[in-house]
């Protein structure tokens, strides 16, 4: 194998392999976000539940 024929094969196979390793990436830094946002969702849920319940409660004792 030859020079140029090396400088081709990575021309012709180094960009996919390049964008592969980009596309990983952002997957894994939207995976993270996703995470982080899901956990500040379940808290949020979680904190409306106990508000929810509140009111319940609220109501229940002025009958």
Not at 38 to 58: F, H, Q, S, V
Request: aromatic share 4%; proline share 2%; hydrophobic share 45%.
């Amino acid at each position: 194998m030859d020079v140029t024929q090396f400088v081709q094969l990575i021309a012709n196979v180094g960009f996919p392999i390049a964008c592969c390793i980009a596309m990983f990436i952002l997957m894994q830094n939207n995976n993270k976000a996703h995470k982080e946002e899901m956990i500040k969702m379940t808290d949020a849920l979680n904190n409306n539940t106990k508000a929810i319940e509140g009111l319940k409660d609220e109501l229940r004792s002025k009958r």
